[in-house]
């Protein structure tokens, strides 16, 4: 039975997911979402307390599945540590342009729609950031043990730059439709902020 809720847990997510994606929170309807997911409403309320509980829910989700994403590129992915820095964030960016362009990452989406409305998704998201942020941070101080970038930055001001200009690149790409947003992030961080040494 256990093994039953966390499949069902999980099937809810992965619709959630795709339905804020595609519409947002608010637009996102809970019986669109049960019936994609082929799951009656009372066993929704065995998982989450309400809509509001369940986007905190996502917004964790998406944080922990890119979390590994980023760790794992960080930390186990090949060459030196800058060089695994860009390769992360130019896997991002071709997972973008292989996906369209018009998808959006989902913890920056939650963030502009209801931030301001739910102090819980607020809360999620800020969290989720965070923790994004100490992993790019981490990664900054491993390029700077290795004499990659200059140990004068402050590893955690420079993720926040990075993670910040990265959510805003998307966005632009969003809008405008066009790579070249993500271009010019990776092209600007790897060339001046960040450049080869």
């Given at each position: 039975?256990?093994?039953?809720?966390?499949?069902?847990?999980?099937?809810?997510?992965?619709?959630?997911?795709?339905?804020?994606?595609?519409?947002?929170?608010?637009?996102?309807?809970?019986?669109?979402?049960?019936?994609?997911?082929?799951?009656?409403?009372?066993?929704?309320?065995?998982?989450?307390?309400?809509?509001?509980?369940?986007?905190?829910?996502?917004?964790?989700?998406?944080?922990?599945?890119?979390?590994?994403?980023?760790?794992?590129?960080?930390?186990?992915?090949?060459?030196?540590?800058?060089?695994?820095?860009?390769?992360?964030?130019?896997?991002?960016?071709?997972?973008?342009?292989?996906?369209?362009?018009?998808?959006?990452?989902?913890?920056?989406?939650?963030?502009?729609?209801?931030?301001?409305?739910?102090?819980?998704?607020?809360?999620?998201?800020?969290?989720?950031?965070?923790?994004?942020?100490?992993?790019?941070?981490?990664?900054?101080?491993?390029?700077?043990?290795?004499?990659?970038?200059?140990?004068?930055?402050?590893?955690?001001?420079?993720?926040?730059?990075?993670?910040?200009?990265?959510?805003?690149?998307?966005a632009r790409m969003q809008i405008d439709e066009s790579r070249r947003p993500l271009d010019h992030f990776l092209a600007f961080v790897f060339g001046v902020v960040l450049p080869e040494v």
């Amino acid at each position: 039975m256990a093994a039953e809720r966390g499949g069902t847990r999980e099937r809810l997510l992965e619709v959630g997911v795709a339905a804020l994606i595609e519409k947002g929170f608010h637009a996102a309807g809970l019986t669109e979402i049960l019936a994609a997911a082929g799951v009656p409403k009372g066993s929704f309320y065995h998982h989450f307390r309400s809509k509001e509980d369940f986007g905190v829910a996502i917004v964790d989700h998406c944080g922990d599945q890119h979390r590994e994403r980023l760790r794992a590129a960080l930390h186990a992915g090949e060459g030196s540590p800058r060089a695994r820095l860009r390769a992360h964030f130019q896997a991002c960016r071709d997972h973008y342009v292989d996906r369209g362009l018009r998808r959006e990452c989902l913890v920056s989406k939650l963030g502009l729609e209801v931030a301001a409305l739910s102090p819980p998704i607020r809360a999620a998201i800020r969290a989720t950031l965070d923790r994004w942020r100490a992993l790019v941070a981490d990664g900054i101080r491993d390029a700077q043990a290795a004499g990659e970038v200059p140990v004068e930055h402050d590893a955690d001001a420079l993720a926040d730059f990075l993670t910040n200009a990265w959510e805003g690149a998307v966005a632009r790409m969003q809008i405008d439709e066009s790579r070249r947003p993500l271009d010019h992030f990776l092209a600007f961080v790897f060339g001046v902020v960040l450049p080869e040494v």
